[in-house]
């Protein structure tokens, strides 16, 4: 098919999968396809999908089935790339004919050819998925963006090769595969030069990094630390089993890193974390958060849990409580058990009921919403640095349908501006809200001091005069 194609991509589940757009939209061939806003007037529609759990499958489905429809009205092109893809790609094939074309995951490379030769002609669905999850890094280098300019996730990783008892990711995306020290560093050199503020290093699971090439997570860090531009390097998906205090200590000592650790604990209870096959045990957690508090109580922390995993008894989730409430996280994201197909807790006895861990889940969060009230409340007084992430009367910058506008959504409807702190990731956590914006731009690195919190946000106002990142 000749001429120019108008494009809608779209893109569900997490940050890696974003990270796969962006590197598809490099990899299309210049000048054959322009990116729409609208699926109704999309010649191509590419929806890049996740399908981990049960809960974001059903919303995959929803989405899938509403593109069809749109499909159906206009005669556009429908390819479904990505996990869901990857892991169900002849029930999609099947279940759903209006498909024209199915990819994995980090199939960009053959993607970007397959949706150029993709013809008028309807058909069979075409399945480019191969049996097991390929890795590639194609086009990341130089890719154009999809989160806000001055922000960027690069991928240090693809794959995971640990065997959590309750997690599909590793049959979805493969074995762990680091890239080199060189590769990353000429992209976060790139995206620095045009003027990125915040690089995001995402993978499935970072504290792995190095461990099949020989390299490590500390000594990237440093590498990528000597990068001049970016205001904030910061880390996400440390697996506890794999980091150090030394090794940690060493990468927050270094210039550009954020004071922000996304640690996913997942329990706290040693026989669940032994079913979870986490491959440490409570004692382990307790020695490395209190030697992180003890030694940089700046930081802030993320984690992960997750109740009602199979064999979790009440005693289990009063241990988790307790740790909890002992070793306070800042932010934590809360989960309840996914039995997923294939997966060794998926076959486990002892299932805990689904009310039971709703209720469970309950309580956590209740915790957990005053101990973030408390941890935030120490923070009034406290000057932070900040992203600009929205402007009363501009939002956030972002074409419609992606990204959230904090001031629009948010707790305080009279603010004239949002930013996003050194202590808070974008898309996952809160906002600092000003009164008064002044000149202040999108995108722009300021100073501003906390006057007020709550649970989840902040109220400040300006530090000192912007500096014009
Ligand atoms: S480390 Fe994370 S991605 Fe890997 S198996 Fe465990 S939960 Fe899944």
């Not at 491959?279 to 984690?303: F, K, M, N, S």
Request: glycine share 8%; charged share 25%.
């Amino acid at each position: 098919m000749t001429g120019t194609r108008r494009l809608y991509l779209e893109t569900l589940g997490c940050s890696k999968n974003l990270v796969d757009s962006e590197a598809l939209l490099n990899l299309l061939p210049d000048g054959r396809f322009v990116p729409v806003a609208d699926p109704l007037s999309a010649d191509l529609i590419v929806l890049n999908t996740c399908g981990f759990i049960e809960a974001a499958r059903e919303e995959n489905v929803e989405r899938l089935l509403a593109l069809v429809a749109v499909k159906r009205e206009t005669g556009a092109r429908l390819a479904v790339i990505g996990c869901l893809s990857q892991r169900y790609a002849r029930t999609l094939a099947e279940e759903v004919p209006e498909i024209d074309l199915l990819a994995g995951v980090c199939q960009q490379a053959e993607l970007a050819g397959a949706l150029t030769e993709l013809g008028a002609a309807a058909g069979a669905p075409r399945s480019l998925v191969p049996a097991s999850p390929r890795i590639s890094f194609a086009g990341c280098l130089g890719r154009p963006l999809l989160t806000p300019p001055h922000l960027a996730y690069v991928k240090v990783s693809e794959g995971c090769s640990r065997a959590c008892a309750f997690c599909a990711i590793p049959a979805i995306r493969g074995p762990y595969r680091s890239r080199t020290p060189a590769d990353i560093e000429a992209e976060v050199r790139e995206l620095a030069e045009r003027g990125v503020g915040e690089i995001n290093l995402i993978s499935q699971d970072t504290a792995a990094y190095g461990r099949d090439s020989g390299e490590d997570l500390p000594g990237l860090v440093r590498r990528l630390a000597r990068v001049a531009g970016p205001h904030w390097l910061r880390l996400f998906y440390l697996h506890p089993a794999l980091v150090d205090l030394p090794g940690l200590l060493d990468i927050f000592a270094q210039p550009r890193v954020a004071p922000y650790l996304d640690l996913p604990i997942q329990h706290a209870s040693d026989p669940v974390l032994a079913r979870m096959r986490r491959g440490h045990d409570r004692a382990r957690l307790a020695a490395l958060l209190g030697g992180l508090r003890r030694e940089r109580p700046d930081l802030c922390l993320r984690t992960t849990v997750m109740v009602g995993h199979p064999g979790e008894t009440a005693v289990d989730f009063a241990a988790l409580l307790d740790f909890l409430a002992e070793h306070p996280f800042d932010k934590l994201g809360a989960f309840v058990f996914s039995a997923e197909e294939g997966t060794p807790a998926a076959a486990m006895p002892d299932a805990v009921p689904a009310e039971l861990a709703a209720e469970r889940l309950e309580r956590l969060q209740l915790q957990q919403m005053e101990i973030s009230a408390e941890r935030h409340a120490a923070l009034v007084g406290r000057v932070l640095g900040c992203f600009v992430e929205a402007l009363a009367g501009v939002g956030d910058g972002l074409p419609p349908g992606r990204g959230v506008d904090p001031l629009a959504d948010g707790p305080f409807p009279n603010a004239r501006a949002a930013l996003r702190t050194e202590r808070d990731a974008y898309e996952v956590d809160g906002h600092l809200f000003l009164d008064d914006a002044g000149e202040l731009s999108l995108g722009q690195y300021v100073e501003a001091e906390v006057l007020a919190a709550d649970v989840y946000d902040l109220r400040g106002r300006l530090a000192n005069t912007p500096d014009r990142h």
